[in-house]
């Protein structure tokens, strides 16, 4: 099956840096990459839609100036959490499929990153 | 507010026990996943549901779609430790097959 990666797998910073978080689909063309976030114990939570090349579509309630994404190839979108704050702490997961939102092609999920702000 | 509810939230059985977990809506959805989750990783898609009514089986898990597109079930026939996780349903609304909004999830427990 299709493997998509995450990096960092965790990460641990300051309250008021920058984190930067990578998905990798790494033997696929990703042209849609998804990002979800997790709180302990909880479900998946859509924040944001990724197509290659476009600006991405945000959820209702996610701020799309604190959660900057970018999806520059088809290989990689970056999700990074700017000035994070430790309500800010989760389990972010990103997916990746090989079509367009509305395809019906099947995503694949990362192994997610577990962000802790201190 | 969930669009998706799952019940139960916690389930702790024996080993060769049966189970269902359930997840319903008002909303009718064009298809509907179900992912097994372990701790620390990404959710493994177990199977997709299309079709109103439709039923798959995937060894020991079947798998039930409403006929009305807004429910779905997962029956385990005798349980194994194996099948310890965080069951999740998925569903896709109108034409966004591919964009999933997750239900609140059934943590499993199979004791040996």
């Known amino acids: 099956g299709a493997v998509v990666s995450q990096h960092p797998s965790w990460v641990i910073c300051k309250s008021g840096t920058s984190v930067k978080i990578e998905c990798r689909s790494l033997?696929?063309?990703?042209?849609?990459m998804f990002w979800y976030r997790q709180f302990p114990k909880q479900s998946l939570m859509l924040m944001a839609t990724?197509?290659?090349?476009?600006?991405?579509?945000?959820e209702q309630g996610v701020e799309k100036d604190k959660f900057l994404i970018n999806h520059a190839s088809l290989t990689l979108s970056t999700l990074t959490v700017t000035s994070a704050h430790p309500e800010d702490s989760s389990f972010y997961i990103c997916?990746?499929?090989?079509?367009?939102?509305?395809?019906?092609?099947?995503?694949?999920f990362g192994p997610g990153t577990r962000l802790t702000v201190l | 507010t969930q669009l998706l509810e799952q019940s139960p939230q916690f389930l702790s059985i024996q080993e060769g026990e049966n189970l269902t977990v359930y997840c319903n809506s008002s909303s009718v959805f064009s298809s509907l996943q179900w992912y097994r989750q372990e701790p620390g990783e990404g959710p493994v898609l177990l199977v997709t549901?299309?079709?109103?009514?439709e039923v798959k089986k995937l060894k020991r898990l079947t798998f039930q779609f409403g006929d009305a597109r807004k429910d779905s079930s997962l029956h385990i026939t005798a349980a194994q430790p194996g099948d310890t996780g965080l069951y999740l349903c998925a569903g896709a609304r109108g034409n966004n097959f591919n964009k999933f909004y997750f239900g609140s999830g059934t943590k499993l427990n199979v004791k040996p």
């Open positions: 033997d696929f063309q990703a042209t849609t």
């Open positions: 549901v299309v079709t109103g009514g």
């Open positions: 997916s990746a499929t090989p079509g367009l939102a509305g395809s019906g092609n099947e995503q694949f």
């Open positions: 990724s197509n290659e090349g476009s600006k991405a579509t945000y």
